[in-house]
């Protein structure tokens, strides 16, 4: 197990093992998305009362979820790189803010859309709306950070601490609805209870869930590739990568 986290905090181990992995994952994740896309946009029955307008919601509800799972992702590579000084973890970190920002956005977006026949307006102040907006914020705070300082050191570090204190509005983000009164409504898909949403909804709703998971990993590994080029285009093993090409 050590020798693997080893292997982790190697640029050209890690170069190598992703560009393998993202040659299945990113037919996959093709894949996936247009199934969903079809199955949930075509094939599925109206909603009695929302009509096909619910219909955005195999597009709004994945991007949500991914982009509080990739928060996660981020704040521990950040926690990583302040503890263990690794490499690896600040390109990990710096890679997956802007796909986490643009997987925020895409959900504000399709909310505000789904949300104006629903609501009669395309934007409410409430709790959940509002703590995803900060949550778009925050992931932008990181990106601003890093690029801010001209000494990289001290920009992950300064990014690694905000992408941390930022862990506090994940769960309430999860619970906002609960905890406030909210036009939002709840969560439908529960892991302590049954779904709220009939089964021919929800199989193509978890199938674009796992979409946008593969999504999320593709871009970061991308990402990261691409940032591990770019810092370390003087290494042996670049130029060798170069001579191959």
């Known amino acids: 197990m050590w020798t693997f986290f080893h292997k982790l905090g190697s640029p050209p181990w890690f170069?190598?093992?992703?560009?393998?992995?993202l040659q299945w994952l990113l037919p996959l994740t093709l894949?996936?998305?247009a199934t969903g896309c079809i199955w949930g946009l075509l094939f599925t029955?109206?909603?009695?009362?929302?009509?096909?307008?619910?219909?955005i919601m195999y597009v709004h509800v994945p991007a949500a979820v991914v982009a509080l799972a990739g928060y996660y992702v981020m704040a521990i590579a950040g926690a990583i790189c302040l503890i263990w000084k690794m490499k690896m973890a600040e390109i990990a970190m710096r890679a997956t803010a802007p796909v986490g920002a643009f997987l925020t956005l895409t959900a504000l977006v399709t909310g505000?859309?789904?949300?104006?026949?629903?609501?009669?307006?395309?934007?409410?102040?409430d709790a959940r709306t509002t703590s995803m907006l900060i949550l778009f914020f925050l992931y932008i705070g990181v990106i601003a950070l890093y690029e801010a300082y001209e000494d990289k050191s001290i920009a992950s570090r300064a990014a690694?601490?905000?992408?941390?204190v930022g862990t506090v509005n994940i769960p309430i983000i999860y619970k906002s609805v609960d905890w406030w009164y909210s036009l939002h409504q709840p969560a439908s898909i529960t892991f302590t209870g049954g779904s709220a949403i009939e089964s021919s909804m929800l199989y193509p709703l978890l199938l674009m869930i796992t979409a946008f998971y593969s999504l999320f990993a593709s871009c970061v590994l991308c990402n990261m590739r691409v940032s591990l080029i770019k810092r370390e285009w003087r290494a042996s093993w670049v130029r060798a990568l170069v001579k191959e090409d």
């Open 15 to 21: 170069y190598s093992i992703a560009g393998r992995i």
């Open 160 to 164: 690694g601490i905000l992408g941390l």
């Open 31 to 33: 894949l996936l998305l």
């Open 45 to 55: 029955a109206p909603d009695f009362r929302q009509g096909n307008s619910y219909r």
């Open 112 to 125: 505000a859309i789904w949300g104006k026949p629903t609501w009669g307006t395309w934007w409410v102040w």
